[in-house]
């Protein structure tokens, strides 16, 4: 029963993990292969691709479910969070709102992107027909972006990591959208005002 509920809470996460692979392999038009969203068997799943042309596309592919996961899992939290949250508390949250943080912690928490993604950018420059000293100095620029991964990945075996950021996501997420959408507004406002400004500076001086 535990491993069929762990299987459950998993789907959200993984799903969208696996589509942010799909999606970015359209973006930077390489030709998905095969691909498994979610397997219940591990509780995971796979995006299968044709090798990208540039270091820059598969590093994209690779770091996609970092951006997409993070940013859908605050987006489902957001109303849950500042609404909710923020009126009636936590202990006072309808099945609804539950359904939100169980989701969007899921979803979070599978933003880190995996050992295989790892691999997939150090092999690409393994298997490239670069020449052997511009080889090394791709291997020096790639390796802190494939070093962190696996340092995350370890640590997540043992410490849970990605369930922590995955919280993390859930908790500060909404906030840090809502302070985006608050910066972008007030700098709207700023450029509506010295517009306004400078037309009744232009009008003063016909006048």
């Known amino acids: 029963m535990k491993s069929i509920l762990r299987s459950i809470?998993?789907?959200?996460?993984?799903?969208t993990h696996e589509l942010s692979h799909h999606i970015f392999?359209?973006?930077?038009?390489?030709?998905v292969t095969d691909v498994c969203y979610y397997n219940f068997k591990n509780s995971s799943g796979y995006v299968q691709h044709e090798r990208p042309k540039h270091l820059y596309q598969d590093i994209l592919i690779a770091t996609a479910p970092f951006f997409i996961n993070t940013c859908l899992g605050s987006l489902i939290a957001h109303q849950t969070i500042l609404n909710k949250a923020s009126t009636v508390g936590l202990p006072y949250l309808n099945?609804?709102?539950?359904?939100r943080i169980i989701i969007s912690i899921s979803i979070g928490m599978h933003a880190i992107p995996s050992r295989g993604d790892a691999l997939s950018i150090w092999n690409y420059v393994e298997e490239s027909n670069i020449n052997w000293l511009f080889k090394?100095?791709?291997k020096l620029i790639i390796s802190p972006l494939v070093l962190v991964i696996r340092l995350l990945n370890l640590l997540s075996s043992f410490l849970k990591i990605d369930l922590f950021y995955g919280i993390?996501?859930?908790l500060f997420g909404p906030r840090l959208i809502e302070s985006m959408i608050n910066l972008d507004f007030n700098i709207?406002?700023?450029?509506?005002?010295?517009?306004?400004?400078?037309?009744c500076f232009e009008l003063h001086r016909f006048l």
């Open 168 to 170: 993390c996501v859930f």
């Open 188 to 199: 709207k406002l700023i450029q509506s005002i010295q517009s306004q400004y400078l037309l």
């Open 136 to 138: 090394i100095i791709a």
């Open 9 to 15: 809470f998993y789907i959200p996460g993984v799903v």
């Open 25 to 31: 392999c359209i973006i930077c038009n390489v030709k």
């Open 95 to 99: 099945l609804q709102n539950i359904l």
